[in-house]
């Protein structure tokens, strides 16, 4: 599994921030993350952090920020295979085996999700992930059905079901709740899901059993 994208550009100082960042994140997690230990993850000084940040919930907004704009800049348009897109998002979010690299940064945005219970800022920043990422699904089933790939479903609704299913592994996954068998199950279940809505025909065939 693939780091973040981000991870292969090293140039300039907000790059390297933000990579500094990513490692004190995966290994110390929010709650014992300061500026000091992203500082130690930094090669430059720890006065040019302050620099550009006033504190550790600025610098990791940034982060949220950067992260999304790396998605948006590397994720493939579904357009051109969209059952490719949609097998290849449930590989990447539904690893029932990611290394442990993967997992301590999960758990970590987990946390960071978390502090938009009670700070807005993070829930907004959590919002506009969420709104890309179901939005590209969205976009590939929508050109499934426009090239006859899919049954004429609504796009949206199948998305936000998509959606909140991946992202309910993660929180169980940190919590120790989910182990490999625990995610294998889940996918198979979301993989019928997507037959049985999706299949040309399908709604027919649903109104004729009706």
């Known amino acids: 599994m693939a780091g973040p994208p981000f991870l292969d550009d090293s140039e300039g100082t907000r790059e390297e921030i933000m990579q500094a960042t990513y490692r004190?994140?995966?290994?110390?997690g929010y709650a014992d993350l300061t500026?000091?230990?992203i500082a130690a993850q930094f090669p430059k000084s720890k006065s040019l952090l302050y620099h550009h940040y006033d504190g550790k919930d600025e610098l990791?907004?940034?982060?949220?920020d950067f992260m999304l704009e790396g998605a948006k800049a590397t994720?493939?348009?579904p357009d051109d295979d969209p059952s490719g897109y949609l097998d290849a998002t449930l590989d990447y979010v539904l690893d029932p085996d990611p290394p442990s690299e993967y997992l301590a940064f999960e758990s970590a945005m987990v946390e960071l999700r978390a502090q938009g219970a009670t700070d807005e800022r993070y829930r907004e920043?959590?919002?506009r992930h969420?709104?890309?990422?179901r939005g590209r699904i969205a976009e590939?089933?929508?050109a499934g059905v426009e090239c006859g790939v899919f049954d004429d479903v609504d796009p949206d609704r199948v998305a936000n079901f998509v959606h909140t299913t991946v992202e309910g592994v993660s929180p169980r996954r940190a919590a120790g709740d989910a182990d490999g068998e625990d995610v294998r199950a889940i996918r198979a279940e979301l993989e019928a899901y997507l037959d049985a809505t999706l299949a040309a025909g399908s709604s027919a065939a649903r109104s004729e059993d009706n």
């Open 24 to 28: 004190a994140l995966r290994e110390h």
């Open 35 to 37: 500026v000091s230990r």
């Open 60 to 64: 990791l907004l940034d982060f949220l």
């Open 75 to 77: 994720v493939p348009d």
């Open 125 to 127: 920043a959590f919002a």
């Open 130 to 133: 969420d709104a890309f990422f």
């Open 140 to 142: 590939a089933v929508r």
